[in-house]
């Protein structure tokens, strides 16, 4: 079956680094997506993994390991907008066409 | 390059109505996904098109349905509406199927 597990909720305070994990389970996998949701809006993307390793971009990295089935999203300089839901995304292959399964999110809560 | 809009943002609908949500995609994107939110199952997926053909489906009941145009602009319906349809439905496209998916800001559907 296919299964995505990441943290509920994690607070961290302003100008420090979180790191939220993600781990998955698919019969399919074809790349990783992570997602910021704020409040009311719409996602929005912010990185994607399909080989081991860890991609990075200005204060946000994301890191990849398919043998074990798990990612992170690194969060550093944390800023108040940060406050928001990470989303992880694992996109599914089936046959010849794909699917972008989403966990539940993470609540991140930035304090001052 | 404009983004992704939906419409319309909100609806409040009765049960057993029918209701059609509308999606224009970003300008050269081909695929459209959508997909149903609400704060206890999260982001679960719907179905996606590309070039006006259905390329997979989520584990929804028949009642969803939906349609792409040759402009790539999509429609998707909902027939006999139950109070559990309320959600905020939001429309995602890209360029291909293997692509990041970029949102649109949804619609909010409530059913009485």
């Known amino acids: 079956g296919q299964n995505i597990d990441q943290p509920t909720e994690m607070t961290a305070t302003e100008g420090a680094i979180v790191q939220i994990n993600c781990t998955y389970q698919t019969s399919g996998f074809n790349g990783l997506f992570w997602y910021q949701q704020h409040a009311g809006e719409a996602p929005t993307f912010l990185s994607y993994n399909v080989l081991d390793g860890l991609e990075e971009k200005g204060r946000f990295s994301s890191f990849l390991s398919r043998s074990k089935g798990y990612s992170y999203l690194l969060l550093k300089e944390l800023q108040m907008k940060d406050s928001a839901s990470y989303l992880c995304a694992v996109r599914d292959r089936e046959d010849s066409s794909y699917k972008l399964i989403f966990g539940s999110g993470t609540r991140l809560l930035v304090r001052p | 390059k404009a983004g992704v809009t939906q419409t319309p943002r909100y609806l409040i609908k009765t049960r057993g109505q029918q209701v059609t949500l509308s999606c224009s995609p970003i300008s050269g994107h081909r695929s459209v996904s959508w997909y149903q939110q609400t704060p206890g199952q999260g982001l679960q997926f719907l179905f996606e098109?590309?070039?006006?053909?259905?390329?997979n489906k989520g584990n929804f009941p028949g009642r969803f349905s939906g349609r792409q145009f040759s402009n790539s602009r999509s429609e998707m319906n909902v027939s006999t509406l139950e109070l559990g349809d309320s959600a905020l439905y939001l429309c995602?496209?890209?360029?291909?199927?293997?692509?990041?998916?970029?949102f649109g800001p949804g619609t909010r559907l409530t059913v009485t």
């Open positions: 995602a496209s890209s360029r291909a199927t293997e692509y990041e998916q970029y």
């Open positions: 098109y590309f070039s006006e053909t259905q390329r």
